[in-house]
């Protein structure tokens, strides 16, 4: 179907021109959240004319990382993952920007992964607590 990318998160690192973001954005089923980690802020830059900022950027599903500070992706990351509806996060890679960013890139997966895995054992801890705890229910 139109829909071919079922994972309800895909994270993409670099954004090159643009136009793979533009293919997932089309390609993803409608509640997919979509996450860009683009380190270079000069190619986001080049991007302006490629792509359609504007509309991207009203979107819900649309979640953006840029710079090379890495250490300030935890808060995107917090708003990015919808721990109620996570299932399966893929990743897309424009290839000839993570190769040439390639520290960059494995560190921000590590961080990415941890910090998921983070996020949904606080949330199952928490569904698991208030199963526990005593009703009051008169």
Excluded: C
């Amino acid at each position: 179907g139109k829909h071919d990318l079922e994972n309800d998160h895909i994270i993409i690192f670099g954004l090159g021109l643009g136009y793979h973001l533009d293919q997932v954005m089309t390609r993803k089923a409608p509640g997919t959240r979509v996450l860009l980690v683009e380190p270079d802020l000069e190619i986001v830059y080049h991007s302006l004319n490629t792509l359609d900022w504007p509309q991207l950027l009203t979107r819900e599903d649309f979640f953006y990382f840029f710079g090379a500070d890495s250490n300030l992706l935890s808060a995107t990351i917090e708003k990015f993952v919808d721990v109620i509806r996570f299932d399966r996060l893929e990743v897309v890679e424009l290839q000839s920007e993570v190769r040439f960013l390639a520290g960059f890139f494995t560190n921000v997966k590590e961080l990415i992964d941890n910090e998921v895995r983070a996020l949904l054992y606080d949330f199952k801890t928490r569904l698991a607590e208030e199963a526990v705890l005593p009703r009051n229910v008169l």
